[in-house]
Every structure is written in structure tokens, then in C-alpha cells.
């Protein structure tokens, strides 16, 4: 029996790496959902996609009736913390009445689909180092815009979960990476930055924020497989970290980069890509997940990171 499996913001990076994770998986239909279209046609040559805007609550009642999906990834958001500084009010409307029209759609169509919502550790805020490894019963201080519209997502997915019964997985997801990144987040701007640096396309010189913040990094590609089995397996209503437990430093994640390039590029701070409110140090407790469903991150570091970069090379030789 083919299940059938429904993405929103797929087109953003998890959505990708989701979408074609589960293609290579038996007896899975996906579509994806996203306000645009896609900017590539792998991996949608492989499955389905619409347009829609998640905010146009119409559109959103006549895809969930058509499709009828068994599991939806509820991934569309305003991901960037940089970017909710600039429009809070964006940011929490996607949040907020982006997901009431997906559940209500749910409802609506009478769907008993296992719901999994895609939240962040940056609902913790700032925790002290006696607090770390965070648990996911940590009290939820968020520290931007983005990390309050995550909590916000979060508490209404346990809401509809008490009050309509919609079986909801909350994951809090800490830092992740891979290739094809948006160079808002760190890794894959520093790839970006070296990579232009080694095809000639800007001065050999990194402009770098914070390089004390440290981060518990994992591989997207590792991250998709977590939420699959999280979607089926979770407990409805819950929450789940989803990290390796280790952090690194933004320099060491520098250093790494710069020792994968033999260009000679310098580095210098640029006050501009400061945060306004950092978090010094993220690093998670996977073990909930962990009992629950055996998962953890397979893939090194390095191997990632020189994925990124590699990524990037193949983007500037395309242009």
C-alpha cells in the first residue's frame, strides 16, 4: 500500500534532502508544496509539486482534499534568525497561520495523517553551561524573533494534538548542515566565501561574525532519515531533539574549511554579521530520540563540511 506524503517548504533546503530521501524509499508518493517554483527540477522530476502559499488558506483546503496525505513534514517557515530581526511580523504570521491552515485543512478533510513540525533548538535560548546537555524539558527562553515563532509552532502542535487529536512530532533540530545551504547560515556561507576566493571572483579575504559560539552540528542528510522515523514512530504530542550531543566552535568549523582550500585567504571580523542576540553554546541531548528510535549521526564533520565546500566549488565553475 503506497503511502502518500506531503511536504511544505519544500523547496528550502531540508525539504530537498527530505524529498529525496524518501524517493528512495518503497511505496512512498511525495509532493511537495512551496510558495514558488522550484529553482531546480531534481528531485521534483521525481514526484509531485505544487504551488501554493501556506498563508492562502483557500489554496492550502483544496491541496490537503485533493492529495490526502498519510504523513506531512510541515517544514515551511521564515528560516532565517538574521532575517526575523527584519520582519517579526512575517516570521510569526508563516508560524502561526501557516500551520492553522494546514491542520484545519486536516480536520476539514476528515484525515487521520501523522503530522511532524519542525521546530529548533534556538527555542532554549541562552542556556549556562551547567544546563548543557540540553533536554528537551529545558525551559523554552527564545532569543530572536525566529526562536519565538518556533516555540509558538511548537505549543500549537501540542495543542491540536490535546485539543483535535491531530498526532503531531515536534523535532527541535540543532544546527544543520550539508550541501546546498543558503549562505544565510555559517557553514555555508564560509564555503561560499573560500570557494569565490579560490575561483577569483572576490579578494582572498573572509568576513566572519562570532567565532566563539559554539554548535552542535549534524548532516541534513543525516537529519531527514531521524524525522522519517520520527513521523512514524514518535509519541503524538511529544518533542525530540534531533543533534549529534557534541559541539564545536565557529572557528574550529573554520580551520577545518580553511584547511580544505590551499588558497591564501585571510580573516577578518565584520561587526555587520554580529548578532544581536547570540547564543554562546548549543549542544543537545539526543538521548530521548536515541531510546526511542536508534537513531544517530553517521557522517564526520569534515566529510560534511568538504561537502559543502564542494558544493560550492561546482556552483562557481557553473557560473
Not at 512575517?90 to 492553522?100: F, H, S
Request: aromatic share 8%.
Amino acid at each position: 500500500m503506497t503511502a502518500r506524503v506531503l511536504i511544505t517548504g519544500a523547496d528550502g533546503f531540508v525539504g530537498r534532502h527530505l524529498a529525496s530521501f524518501l524517493l528512495k524509499q518503497e511505496g512512498i508518493e511525495v509532493l511537495g508544496l512551496d510558495m514558488r517554483p522550484p529553482r531546480t527540477a531534481a528531485p521534483w522530476d521525481a514526484c509531485g509539486f505544487d504551488v501554493c502559499d501556506i498563508l492562502d488558506r483557500d489554496s492550502v483546503f483544496s491541496l490537503v482534499a485533493r492529495f490526502r496525505p498519510d504523513f506531512v513534514f510541515h517544514l515551511a517557515a521564515q528560516s532565517s534568525v538574521r532575517r526575523s530581526w527584519d520582519d517579526p511580523g512575517l516570521t510569526y504570521e508563516i508560524a502561526l497561520d501557516g500551520q492553522v491552515n494546514l491542520f484545519d485543512a486536516l480536520r476539514e478533510a476528515g484525515l487521520d495523517a501523522r503530522v511532524h513540525v519542525a521546530c529548533s533548538s534556538e527555542e532554549y535560548g541562552k542556556v549556562k553551561e551547567e544546563g548543557l546537555p540540553i533536554r528537551e524539558d529545558h525551559p523554552l527562553l527564545p532569543a530572536s524573533p525566529y526562536a519565538l515563532s518556533k516555540v509558538i509552532q511548537d505549543f500549537h502542535a501540542v495543542f491540536s494534538y490535546q485539543a483535535y487529536g491531530i498526532e503531531t512530532v515536534v523535532t527541535r533540530a540543532f544546527n544543520m548542515i550539508g550541501p546546498g545551504q543558503s549562505p544565510d547560515f555559517v557553514v555555508s556561507d564560509f564555503a561560499r566565501q573560500i570557494a569565490e576566493a579560490e575561483a577569483g571572483s572576490r579578494e582572498a579575504v573572509m568576513r566572519v561574525g562570532n567565532l566563539e559560539a559554539r554548535r552542535d552540528f549534524s548532516d541534513v542528510r543525516d537529519l531527514v532519515g531521524a524525522y522519517w522515523q520520527l513521523v512514524r514512530e514518535g509519541k503524538p504530542g511529544e518533542a525530540y531533539n534531533v543533534c549529534s550531543g557534541r559541539d564545536h566552535s565557529i572557528a574550529e568549523v573554520l580551520d577545518l574549511l580553511l584547511d580544505l582550500s590551499d588558497a591564501p585567504i585571510k580573516v577578518e571580523v565584520d561587526p555587520a554579521r554580529l548578532r544581536k542576540s547570540d547564543i554562546p553554546v548549543l549542544r543537545g541531548d539526543n538521548g530521548k530520540m536515541r531510546e526511542l528510535v536508534g537513531w544517530v549521526p553517521d557522517r564526520p564533520l569534515e566529510d560534511t563540511l568538504r561537502d559543502v565546500l564542494d558544493w560550492w566549488r561546482d556552483e562557481m565553475a557553473r557560473d
